[in-house]
């Protein structure tokens, strides 16, 4: 579905069950069932992979594969997850107010635990809670992560600050065992095909 005022650029590729929400930007590639939450924005020669969720007013920079999803008001240039102060500034959004996001990112989204994050409500303020306790990114939040868990398959989430390689890509047994197979061949003594 496509919501109001969605730009897609005529180079730009949507593909099927994706869902565009209100003022998200396309001039990238959208694969199947991804979901592109309000103000996001999607740059020239990004790909987005399916099933990826991304965040109300999140940026993806020129080039970028997204293989994560991306945490609302956050820019992704492929290699760090920052929270975009000029955009929350056209929001209207204070500078305390994106201090507070960042606390938040940082005390609770940006460790290696990220990446398998599904729920935040344990770390944000109950709606009884907030009354006279500003948090004015928790429905946003809530949204995001209610929508990441509708997805039939879930991507691993962005964590906040720098990007590492994810547990699943190059962490693990598998550079281990290639390194213990290759120490045996250097152990093991060399025969040649006339010696056999």
Do not use: N
Request: with cysteine; proline share 4%.
């Amino acid at each position: 579905s496509i919501g109001d005022d969605v730009f897609v650029h005529m180079r730009a590729e949507v593909s099927h069950d994706c869902v565009l929400e209100d003022g998200v930007a396309v001039a990238g590639e959208l694969t199947g069932f991804c979901h592109a939450m309000r103000g996001s924005k999607v740059m020239k020669g990004v790909q987005v992979h399916q099933f990826t969720t991304l965040g109300s007013g999140s940026f993806l920079a020129m080039g970028v594969t997204v293989r994560h999803d991306v945490l609302p008001y956050c820019a992704f240039d492929g290699s760090s997850l920052v929270l975009d102060r000029i955009a929350l500034r056209r929001l209207r959004v204070t500078t305390a107010e994106a201090d507070q996001l960042q606390a938040f990112y940082e005390k609770h989204l940006s460790s290696d635990k990220a990446y398998y994050c599904q729920l935040v409500d344990e770390w944000l303020p109950s709606q009884a809670q907030s009354q006279g306790v500003s948090c004015w990114f928790a429905p946003e939040l809530r949204r995001f992560f209610a929508l990441r868990a509708q997805m039939r398959d879930r991507r691993l989430l962005a964590p906040f600050g720098e990007a590492r390689a994810p547990p699943a890509a190059g962490m693990g047994r598998g550079p281990r065992i290639a390194r213990d197979s290759e120490d045996r061949m250097a152990e093991e003594p060399r025969t040649s095909a006339a010696q056999k």
